[in-house]
Structure formats: structure tokens, C-alpha cells
């Protein structure tokens, strides 16, 4: 059973538009959600996160908003560029425990 | 500074060989972290190192797979006599504490390169 899931397994986008990544989880116990960025053949970097507590929190062209009635996060990027494109995993986890559990991922692509 | 550093970074084994794999965690970070990710999934959770102590296995999926890290630094993964489901990109990842700082922070686990490892 998947506690964190990403629906959309690729996204398109034109260059310049907003990005908006979703993703859903099943427990709310979590304490932390995470966006990471992976390039090919590079391990993932951490992007911005948000603790349960927030319903937001922004970082330059990056804004993650928490609905916890929903259980649901997003990932805005706006303005999308090239650079982008990427694979970004959505993330949570309990401040008691340290590992990390990841959704499948969304390959975002930013097209000209 | 240099980040984390994974070797080999590709392993090609044949089933039934052990393989060990090493991670180089950021000097002076204190947690370590192995992750396993198939193709086209996310990475999941092995195991956690504070300094040498292990206090989390539970994502070892055998008892084929074994993780040190005697000094509390450097890691090896060892996983032995493979079978073509451990095929998977092995993924090492340390942060200077396990725990966050504060209330609403989060201690970034930084992440290496990662070992691709085919079983045939």
C-alpha cells in the first residue's frame, strides 16, 4: 500500500507557463513533506518542503501548498523554464523516524 | 565541499555473486541512509545509520541484504548471492543529524550519485 502516491506519472508544459505537480498520501501522521528534483543519472536533490503544521511555503519560482483535509500537496512553478525538466519526486516523513517515503514520481518535461 | 559518493557506480553481477557496495557520506554528517530504487518507482527506504549504530533495518528486504558502517563514517551495502529482482538503483543518502533541528524544519538528506546494479 502506497502511503504517498503520485497520479500522474509525466506532465508537459510550455516554457514560461506554471507547472503544478500533484500528489496524495493516506496517513496524517506525517510531520514533513518534501519535493526532490532528479536528474538522469544523478541522485535526487532536495527542492522545498513544508511542515503540517504550514498550508504553504515558498522558495523563489517554488510554492508547495498543504491541504490536510485532503491529504493532498502541490508543487507550483512559476515561471517553468528548460531547466526544469526533471523527475520530481513528492515525499513525507514523522519527525520520530528518519526515513523518507517516496511517491513514483512525475517526469516533468518543459517544452520551447 | 564534496558530496556524497557512491562506487561503483555501475555493477553488473551474475545471480548467485555477492556484490558489496560503498557510500562516502558528506564529512561530518552523522546519519546515513540507504534507499533501493526499481525502475520507474521511487526510492524506498533499507536502513539508517546514526554514527556506526544501525537503528533501522526495517527496509531490508532479506536476509540476503547487510549494511555496516564500523567507523561511522564510510557504509558498504552488501548483498549476497543476488537474484534478478535486486536489479535497482542503490541510493545513499546522509544528513547532519536524523532528526530535525526544529519544529518546522526539515535536515536535508543529501543524496549520492547512486550504484545501478544488474543481476543476470
Known amino acids: 500500500d502506497q502511503q504517498v502516491k503520485q497520479n500522474s506519472p509525466s506532465l508537459s508544459v510550455q516554457e514560461g507557463r506554471i507547472s503544478i505537480l500533484n500528489c496524495d498520501y493516506t496517513?496524517?501522521?506525517?510531520?514533513?513533506f518534501l519535493w526532490y528534483k532528479k536528474y538522469p543519472a544523478e541522485g535526487p536533490t532536495f527542492l522545498i518542503s513544508?511542515?503540517?503544521?504550514?498550508d504553504k511555503n515558498e522558495d523563489g519560482r517554488f510554492t508547495v501548498f498543504l491541504n490536510k483535509s485532503a491529504k493532498h500537496l502541490s508543487l507550483h512553478i512559476v515561471p517553468s523554464q528548460p531547466g526544469d525538466s526533471a523527475v520530481y519526486f513528492c515525499?513525507?516523513?514523522?519527525?520520530?523516524?528518519?526515513?523518507?517515503?517516496f511517491g513514483s514520481g512525475t517526469r516533468l518535461s518543459i517544452r520551447p | 565541499g564534496a558530496g556524497v559518493s557512491q562506487s561503483p557506480r555501475y555493477k553488473v553481477a551474475k545471480r548467485g555473486q555477492d556484490v558489496a557496495l560503498r557510500c562516502d557520506p558528506i564529512s561530518g554528517h552523522v546519519s546515513l541512509f540507504w534507499y533501493q530504487q526499481a525502475l520507474g518507482q521511487g526510492p524506498e527506504f533499507l536502513t539508517y545509520?546514526?554514527?556506526?549504530?544501525?537503528?533501522?533495518k526495517s527496509g531490508l528486504p532479506s536476509d540476503r541484504f547487510f549494511a555496516e558502517r564500523p567507523e561511522g563514517s564510510v557504509s558498504t551495502l552488501k548483498i549476497q548471492r543476488t537474484q534478478q529482482e535486486d536489479s535497482a538503483v542503490y541510493l545513499c543518502a546522509s544528513s547532519l543529524t536524523g532528526r530535525p533541528l526544529a519544529s518546522e524544519s526539515y535536515n536535508e538528506q543529501f543524496f549520492g550519485p547512486g550504484t545501478r546494479l544488474t543481476v543476470l
Open positions: 545509520f546514526q554514527n556506526e549504530a544501525q537503528l533501522d
Open positions: 515525499a513525507a516523513l514523522y519527525s520520530s523516524a528518519s526515513k523518507i517515503i
Open positions: 496517513n496524517s501522521m506525517f510531520d514533513y
Open positions: 513544508i511542515s503540517s503544521i504550514k
